[in-house]
């Protein structure tokens, strides 16, 4: 079945246009609600947010397909998306969603799913959600005297906040430990300096004074310079960058270099390794993830399992496979003997613990290994998929034929954006940039 509304990471899209209208989502609340009602209890959904503006409709308009499929309500606010799953799970509840578009601008919102294991759905559920979406729903409705009801939640942030306290040992304190904190103005503009100031640290907060259409802009994961400046200017021992749902990661050591999630699953991959925690023989990663990683790890005769690119195919081998630690480059961690998504905040926590426990700096705990280099381009497009022109077809054939044995080229649409993503990597610098070079200029010319 062609996906009409999911992507690679539930839906997204840009606020009040389609997929992402207040229709859409009433309809995503029906269609979850009647494909996850189970049995004669009364049922339940956890709903959370993040910061944006739309948040406000697109909650709302869950809230009116949830109680219509006569699911009982209960509503967050704004808390990070591992919040989202762990309360899922706590609140025993039937099915939990996070709206949010993640590390995108105000603009954009979008809505994640989760089952009531905390997991993130399969490719089969979303698609059966899919169809019921395009369905008369209205015999399979509840009654009048069956809708559910709406209760809003304000204890939710304070769980969370102990539940990433208790995933390190008791004993340990971060007293010492001067910490910028990027919250992107975003779902864990509170929880996560309280929960690290809680901790024993001296935290220094900033991105954490959201007004609706500042989430992510200039700030969070992927716009880390304001970050760099502030570990500067307090002399900070670190800085932490989430993104907008707190579901990713980027570190900042005390230099004010950027270190990024292979890094950071290779800092906690040794670790727990060492402390014989680390289940699966390796660690899971996507395609993307630099081969210097692969060969950290293979160094230690640990295996690097990869994966299509999403934080979701991620979790799926690992628990296929029996590993406990996963991740992506762009700092989704996702450590499964906490959490069943991605969590910025308990894998900050296990890289502080590294740094305590070693008694190093995180210029030094965190960089494990010298990257391959490797470039990635995103190409925009409108309509059709340049990947099926002949032109862009034979540039990728000459390009892997160029890298040979010597590297990779991987080539893909992004799940979340029209963008087309090249990337290559090899120890040869140049042909690296003249691969990419070569792939983007067929695919902009078929683009155009």
């Known amino acids: 079945m062609t996906r009409k509304y999911f992507g690679t990471d539930g839906i997204r899209g840009r606020a009040n246009s389609f997929p992402m209208t207040a229709d859409t989502a009433m309809r ?28 406000y ?13 006569g699911m009982d309500v209960f509503l967050l606010g704004p808390v990070p998306t591992p919040a989202v799953a762990m309360l899922t799970r706590s609140l025993r509840a039937d099915i939990g969603v996070m709206i949010s578009a993640s590390h995108n601008g105000f603009e954009d919102n979008g809505i994640k799913l989760f089952g009531p294991d905390g997991f993130k759905l399969s490719d089969d559920i979303e698609a059966r959600i899919e169809e019921l979406m395009e369905e008369d729903l209205s015999s399979q409705l509840a009654t009048a005297s069956d809708l559910g009801r709406a209760t809003r939640i304000e204890s939710g942030r304070d769980r969370y906040t102990e539940f990433a306290k208790r995933t390190l040992p008791r004993s340990m304190s971060l007293e010492g430990l001067r910490i910028v904190i990027d919250c992107a103005n975003g779902a864990a503009y509170k929880v996560a300096p309280a929960a690290l100031w809680e901790l024993g640290a001296e935290v220094v907060a900033i991105g954490d004074e959201p007004n609706g259409i500042n989430i992510n802009l200039d700030c969070g994961s992927t716009a880390t310079e304001e970050l760099k400046r502030k570990v500067h200017e307090t002399r900070a021992d670190i800085g932490i960058a989430l993104d907008g749902d707190a579901d990713r990661v980027i570190i900042i050591d005390e230099n004010s270099n950027e270190i990024d999630g292979d890094q950071l699953l290779a800092t906690i991959g040794e670790y727990w390794n060492k402390q014989s925690r680390l289940s699966g023989g390796g660690i899971v990663a996507t395609v993307m993830s630099n081969l210097g990683l692969e060969r950290f790890l293979a160094d230690r005769k640990l295996t690097l399992a990869r994966t299509k690119v999403g934080d979701r195919y991620v979790v799926e081998h690992m628990r296929k496979h029996g590993f406990n630690l996963g991740g992506e480059q762009s700092g989704h961690m996702v450590l499964s003997d906490f959490a069943t998504t991605g969590d910025g905040l308990v894998a900050a926590l296990q890289v502080l613990a590294v740094m305590k426990t070693t008694n190093r700096p995180a210029s030094e705990a965190c960089r494990k290994f010298e990257p391959v280099p490797q470039l990635l381009q995103n190409v925009r497009f409108s309509g059709g998929n340049p990947l099926e022109t002949e032109q862009v077809k034979q540039a990728i054939k000459d390009a892997t034929q ?17 963008l087309i993503r090249i ?13 990419v070079s070569e792939v983007a200029g067929a695919v902009s010319k078929a683009a155009a």
């Open 423 to 435: 990337m290559a990597e090899c120890d040869d610098e140049m042909l690296v940039k003249n691969v």
């Open 57 to 69: 409709m697109i909650e709302n308009a869950l809230v009116a397909g949830f109680t219509a499929a």
């Open 28 to 55: 995503v609340g029906m269609a979850a609600g009647v494909a996850f009602r189970r049995g004669a209890h009364r049922h339940r959904v956890v709903i959370g947010k993040d910061t944006r503006l739309s948040g």
């Open 402 to 418: 160029m890298l040979g044995n010597k590297g990779r080229l991987v080539i893909r649409p992004s799940g979340t954006e029209p």
